[in-house]
T-cell receptor
Framework: AQKVTQAQTEISVVEKEDVTLDCVYE???????LFWYKQPPSGELVFLIR??????QNEISGRYSWNFQKSTSSFNFTITASQVVDSAVYFC??????????????FGTGTLLAVQP | NAGVTQTPKFQVLKTGQSMTLQCAQD?????MSWYRQDPGMGLRLIHY???????DQGEVPNGYNVSRSTTEDFPLRLLSAAPSQTSVYFC???????????FGQGTRLTVV
């Protein structure tokens, strides 16, 4: 069965620290997609990244980077030099199938990141 | 563009009452979905649709009905509300081959 595990319930860091949010997934499909979403205190869901199962290249976008390792079924998210505005709940999600199936996301339970000034 | 619009934003129901949560999108997306978000459980899929006239159940469909008579609208119906349905509900839409789902602002529902 498909499952996404975010073992870190809450993380607290001081501004400018680097922080890594862990995501471990389970799936029987060979084709699947992994996502990260951010939910700030205002409550909306903000898309951050989608990665398909055939692309294991790490990705960097500004202070954000993602490390995808199929060997350990992990898709970890690192924020470099964290800022107070990064405080949010971060969700990792999985969808299966070659079409990306963005309408059938399986979410982890989320990690609450608190960045202290 | 309005994107994905959910109404109402807040609602309090009494046990046994019925209501419909509205979701509308103006992006001509084929896919639409409903999720509920509960503390410590992330978001869970309730129902989804791949196009007008086509719906299917997600992980937690019991107590909810949906229909998709138009591409734009995907209402979620609670026929007899229960306290266990107290939650934040999110509607999402996307193109079939798009990179991401677009989410509405959410509806916070309390059943007393």
């Amino acid at each position: 069965a498909q499952k996404v595990t975010q073992a870190q319930t809450e993380i607290s860091v001081v501004e400018k620290e680097d922080v890594t949010l862990d995501c471990v997934y389970e799936t029987r499909d060979t084709t699947y997609y992994l996502f990260w979403y951010k939910q700030p205190p205002s409550g909306e869901l903000v898309f951050l990244i989608r990665r398909n199962s055939f692309d294991e290249q790490n990705e960097i976008s500004g202070r954000y980077s993602w490390n995808f390792q199929k060997s350990t079924s992990s898709f970890n998210f690192t924020i470099t030099a964290s800022q107070v505005v990064d405080s949010a709940v971060y969700f990792c999600a999985l969808s299966e199938g070659s079409g990306g199936a963005t309408n059938k996301l399986i979410f982890g339970t989320g990690t609450l990141l608190a960045v202290q000034p | 563009n309005a994107g994905v619009t959910q109404t109402p934003k807040f609602q309090v129901l009494k046990t046994g009452q019925s209501m419909t949560l509205q979701c509308a999108q103006d992006m001509n997306h084929e896919y639409m979905s409903w999720y509920r978000q509960d503390p410590g459980m992330g978001l869970r899929l309730i129902h989804y649709s791949v196009g007008a006239g086509i719906t299917d159940q997600g992980e937690v469909p019991n107590g909810y009905n949906v229909s998709r008579s138009t591409t734009e609208d995907f209402p979620l119906r609670l026929l007899s509300a229960a306290p266990s349905q107290t939650s934040v509900y999110f509607c999402a839409s996307s193109y079939r081959d798009s990179r991401q789902s677009f989410f509405g602002q959410g509806t916070r529902l309390t059943v007393v």
